[in-house]
């Protein structure tokens, strides 16, 4: 009898968008999509853009104050964006 490697389709689906490069992308793009879920509805209300470039995520407030009181919590909201996306995609946040 034939003895079978079982793997499952997430691990399957996982291990080729890691061959093909596309795993980071895709958890960058989750983490983005992310930002409204972990920062609360009122912050998302107030942010204009965001993206992220060279493991920083950079958001654009429309509220002055608001930014002022995002930067201290930098550190807190970077940890719950990588523990919501699963891994470490992002050492920093920079509010403009």
Request: a positive charge; proline letters at 4%.
């Amino acid at each position: 009898m034939f003895k079978r490697d079982i793997q499952s389709v997430k691990d399957l689906i996982l291990r080729n968008l890691r061959e093909q490069g596309l795993e980071t992308p895709l958890q960058q793009k989750r983490l983005v999509e992310a930002w409204p879920q972990v920062a609360g509805p009122v912050v998302a209300r107030y942010t204009l853009n965001t993206y992220i470039y060279n493991q920083t995520l950079f958001v654009r407030l429309s509220s002055p104050a608001l930014r002022s009181e995002l930067s201290m919590r930098r550190q807190e909201l970077t940890n719950q964006l990588n523990q919501y996306v699963g891994n470490h995609v992002i050492t920093d946040i920079r509010f403009c």
